[in-house]
């Protein structure tokens, strides 16, 4: 059996006959301190307990405006965000959940009927797909044709990571976007660490090196990702600190959108206006730790940035000014603006 399979087979068993509920992990990493909106919090109140029970995410992976949406959960386990975002996309829009594991599967699809009756929907909304993030094709998905991809705690599973990002950029329509929640690190784990099942299973062995995930985006052509959140992991577990306490972990929040980006943020003069349109957001609208958007504030941004507001779902919630006739060298967003409900923290994508 070659590594790729082994690791593929370590993690289907962790996540499908080892773990029983998410009491059983041994670290934080995969089920961190949520930090899911306040407007979603009572979406949960809906969804079955075993669902809940099963979870192992390790953020929160809910991007607004997603009314009507086509959204797939990549490794969406025993369905939670799926039957989350399904009571935001409501009727007209879809949820896709790919996942390898059968055990965690089968607990998604028992709950399809409950959820969909207490949604008040007349058809479900929801659909568990079993297939591989390395292969997209084997969950029917065709090029161009997801609004929004989420990933919670899953990516740092596979043994290849390339592969993932080169499929999301395929199926994902033109403005699409990649919101992704995930164990990244400030330097890469050594090498015998990357096969270790316990480690594996815990999000901790195959953790993305940030730099690699930037190149990893740049291959799979994005130029340019953001950075949400980002708050260190504590590692409890003695023999797990042993082992890798060297390292340090991050649960991170990181978004990227399918548009054509350059690689460092350029002045071109755009001036951008939030509307104050999305129910959830009427006083501003955060895109990452470095851009908060107060209603009717007019807001300089880089020509990449203006992209992401304007090329995007989000280009009905605003006004952007400029066009690219006009270069005024690299754009300096080294400070952050003063925002609401998020913190300022480090570890930018492009300069921004």
């Known amino acids: 059996m070659n590594t790729r399979s082994k690791i593929l087979q370590d993690v289907q068993n962790y996540y499908g006959k080892i773990l029983k509920t998410k009491n059983d992990l041994q670290t934080s990493a ?30 929160s992976t809910f991007p607004s405006s997603l009314h009507g949406k086509t959204v797939v959960d990549l490794g969406c386990g025993s369905g939670r965000d ?70 919670n705690c899953v990516i740092n599973l596979s043994p290849d990571k390339e592969s993932v990002f080169r499929e ?26 990357t096969t270790d099942p316990i480690l594996l299973g815990e999000c901790l062995g195959g953790a993305l090196y940030i730099e690699d995930f930037r190149r990893m985006l740049r291959n799979a052509g994005s130029h340019d990702y953001r950075v949400v959140s980002k708050n260190p992991l504590t590692l409890n577990n003695e023999d797990i600190q042993r082992k890798a306490g060297m390292i340090d972990f991050y649960s991170m929040t990181v978004r990227s959108f399918k548009c054509e980006f350059e690689d460092i943020c350029e002045n071109f003069g755009h001036v951008a206006y939030y509307k104050g349109s999305i129910p959830e957001f009427p006083h501003g609208f955060t895109l990452d730790n470095h851009h908060y958007f107060q209603t009717g504030i007019p807001v300089p941004v880089c020509g990449n940035t203006s992209k992401m507001l304007s090329e995007t779902r989000f280009g009905e919630h605003f006004n952007v000014t400029g066009d ?18 998020i913190s300022a923290t480090n570890g930018n994508g492009a300069c921004c």
């Open 30 to 59: 995969c089920c961190a301190a949520d930090t899911m909106p306040a407007y979603l919090r009572p979406y949960l109140k809906n969804i079955h307990e075993e669902v809940q029970s099963r979870f192992y995410g390790c953020a």
């Open 168 to 193: 999301i950029f395929r199926v994902l329509k033109p403005g699409g976007e990649l919101y992704l929640s995930d164990v990244f690190t400030g330097r890469r784990v050594p090498e015998p660490l």
């Open 82 to 151: 799926c039957y989350l975002l399904a009571q935001v996309v409501g009727p007209d829009g879809m949820v896709i959940g790919i996942d390898m594991t059968d055990e965690q599967l089968a607990v998604a699809r028992k709950h399809i009927d409950f959820h969909t009756q207490n949604f008040n929907l007349e058809k479900p909304n929801v659909d568990f797909r079993k297939g591989w993030i390395e292969d997209l094709t084997s969950a029917n998905l065709e090029d161009n044709s997801v609004d929004v991809i989420i990933s």
């Open 324 to 341: 690219f006739s006009t270069h005024y060298g690299p754009f300096d967003c080294s400070t952050p603006q003063a925002q609401e409900g």
